[in-house]
Structure formats: structure tokens, C-alpha cells
């Protein structure tokens, strides 16, 4: 079982990015996106239920947005209005339907500088 990130890269203040969070090996039901700067411990970013219910952390709401796509066992985030402060290694977390493990992918880094 594994979930594999990827779309981080370096973007401007301002711009946007669309991250991706591909499930192999198995089906999940609560996926979210969790992110950790520098010298932070790590936080919660979105989340979203099998029924497509989401959450947001408040310093994203209105810019973020999480989807998913059950047939190809991905999860997105479309990051818009992106600050300086998103700044992080971005990572995909998933609870698998069977074991309810929960499963991280490897993160991908997301810079926003000018």
C-alpha cells in the first residue's frame, strides 16, 4: 500500500499550484493533505471523507481546495492565492478501508518566493 505525492515545485506569491496524491495497493476513506515548515511541527491543511465532506484549516480556507477522484484513487489540492507563508513539504495522508491504517506519502516541497 503507498501513497505517492507529487505537483510541489516553486511558485511566486500570488500563483498557484495543484498537487496530486496517488493511492497504489488499496482503497481509503478519509484522505487529507497535512504540510510542515521549517522548524514547525506539522499541521493539517484539508481533508476529505469518502462522501466528499471536507475541512479546512483556517489559514487556507478560500484559497485551498481538496477533491478527489475515486476511479483513479487520487486525491487533489489546488492551492491558489499562494503566500509566502505556505511555504512547507506538503504531505498526503490516507486511512485504508480494510485495515484503517492510516498511510503517509513521501511529501513534496512547495516554495513560494518571490
Known amino acids: 500500500v503507498q501513497l505517492q505525492a507529487s505537483g510541489g515545485g516553486l511558485v511566486q506569491p500570488g500563483g498557484s499550484l495543484r498537487l496530486s496524491c496517488k493511492g497504489s495497493g488499496g482503497t481509503f476513506t478519509d484522505m487529507g493533505w497535512y504540510r510542515q515548515a521549517a522548524g514547525k511541527q506539522r499541521e493539517l491543511v484539508a481533508t476529505i471523507s469518502s462522501d466528499g465532506s471536507t475541512n479546512y484549516a483556517d489559514s487556507v480556507k478560500g484559497r485551498f481546495s481538496i477533491s478527489r477522484d475515486h476511479a483513479k484513487n487520487t486525491i487533489y489540492l489546488q492551492m491558489n492565492s499562494l503566500k509566502t507563508e505556505d511555504t512547507a513539504v506538503y504531505y498526503c495522508?490516507?486511512?485504508?478501508?480494510?485495515?484503517?491504517?492510516?498511510?503517509w506519502g513521501q511529501g513534496t516541497l512547495v516554495t513560494v518566493s518571490s
Open positions: 495522508e490516507g486511512e485504508r478501508i480494510v485495515t484503517r491504517l492510516v498511510y
